[in-house]
């Protein structure tokens, strides 16, 4: 039994360690995806296009503007150039469904008639 008594221990001690996890890595932008013709457009382009957006939010550096109709929601995001010179602009869209259902953003903009 005393034999036993260690290598017991020594089991149960490696079941109880707690393995070491890698931290998710916060980003400041969201992860490029195709947003079609909208990337490169300022602020006032949207407007030009889309009028008044029903929903603007800062989130840290950047802008997210938002339109909805024709059965989707059409999110924007906008930020200043690497250079800290010059008008922010869209770098990045994304569009779901009223319902969070995806929905590509070229199909969007053909149901809100844009």
Request: charged fraction near 15%; glycine fraction near 12%.
């Amino acid at each position: 039994m005393r034999r036993l008594t260690p290598a017991l221990v020594m089991v149960l001690a490696a079941c109880s360690t707690i393995p070491k996890t890698t931290p998710i890595p916060v980003a400041t932008k969201p992860s490029p995806r195709p947003s079609g013709e909208l990337v490169g457009l300022t602020v006032h382009d949207l407007g030009q296009r889309f009028g008044q957006p029903q929903f603007q939010v800062q989130e840290g550096p950047g802008t997210k503007l938002q339109w909805a109709g024709g059965g989707c929601v059409l999110d924007v995001y906008l930020y200043p150039p690497a250079s800290g010179q010059g008008a922010v602009r869209v770098t990045y869209a994304d569009a779901r469904r009223p319902s969070g259902a995806d929905i590509d953003v070229r199909s969007c903009l053909s149901l809100m008639g844009r």
